[in-house]
């Protein structure tokens, strides 16, 4: 998004857990002192715009002021995060990213994608990454289990020295909390992608009483309202027109911009990938692949 962008009003300052770097710039302010939950609204489209009145105008609308958002609001720690991922990298390590159920579509995104970095790989925990489960409800419980974090750690790839994103809108449920901690027992390097709002408004399901956010090394804000719907209209009982998944996605290869930009700076090639739809792009993969064999994970 180019251009400077009008940043909204924002009150209040997030509460970061101890030893634990989280964006500080503060909360939207549509919700209150507290920075509290946002009602969902209708946003008419600019003028002369075709989708002007429309309501997917007001969801394109809606969508852009989050990402503007969270480009500003979330530069350092986006920053820091590419720092920390590239120095894995430098170091010989490995990076993953996981995600339960509708989280899990920004961190596939990030997996073996044209113009991304080869060495992102999915943590996959089997009935909880993505919907493709039958009842699709049982995704949603297994994401309470607990104990299937540590299993999934146990049985998989990872290990010290390596680093795990972990996207989880909420962050209340067992399986994240217990990805986060027991992947930093393991000497993992930890970013949690979330949005903090719902630590101070919902009751971690955790044992603990703890979120996603108190178990990362890195915390990325994505400023998204509990609910996660941008929109209402006469007529529809609920609110409705999710964001998360754009604002998550457009984070994760925010980090992964970052990422790229930082190894140049330490004198480290980037494993990038390109489009197998572009002439010689299954060539330039294969040797680019061939080369990080040992931290590549979905070949």
Partial sequence: MGGTAERGARAGRNEPGAGVRESGKGERGEGGEDGGQREPRR??????????????????????SLLREVRDSQAETVRAAGALLAGTVADG????????????????????????????????????????????????ALERV?????????????????????????????????????????????????????????????????????????????????????????????PFGPASTVVTSALMQAIVAETTGELVRRGVEPPMLRSGNVDGGHDWNARVMDAYADRIFYR
């Fill in 146 to 238: 607990s104990g299937l974090a540590a299993a999934a750690l146990d049985s998989g790839p990872a290990r010290s020295g390596d680093a795990l994103i972990v996207i989880s809108l909420s962050g209340r449920n067992a399986l994240p909390v217990e990805m986060a901690m027991n992947a930093r027992a393991l000497g993992l390097k930890v970013i949690g992608v979330t949005s903090v709002a719902y630590a101070r408004q919902t009751r971690s399901r955790h044992t603990t009483g703890t979120f996603l956010k108190d178990h990362c090394d890195l915390v990325v804000d994505s400023r998204i309202a509990v609910g996660d719907a941008e929109l209402t209209a006469d007529g529809v009982d609920a």
């Fill in 43 to 64: 946003r008419d489209g600019g003028a002369g715009s075709a989708a002007a009145g429309t309501l997917a105008g007001d969801f394109f609308d809606a969508a852009i």
């Fill in 93 to 140: 390590g490995r990076i993953f990213a996981f995600g339960a159920g509708h989280s899990s579509l920004p961190a596939q995104d990030t997996v073996y994608r044209a113009g991304g970095l080869a060495v992102m790989n999915l943590l996959n925990v089997p009935g909880a990454v993505g919907v493709d489960v039958r009842p699709a409800t049982l995704g949603s």
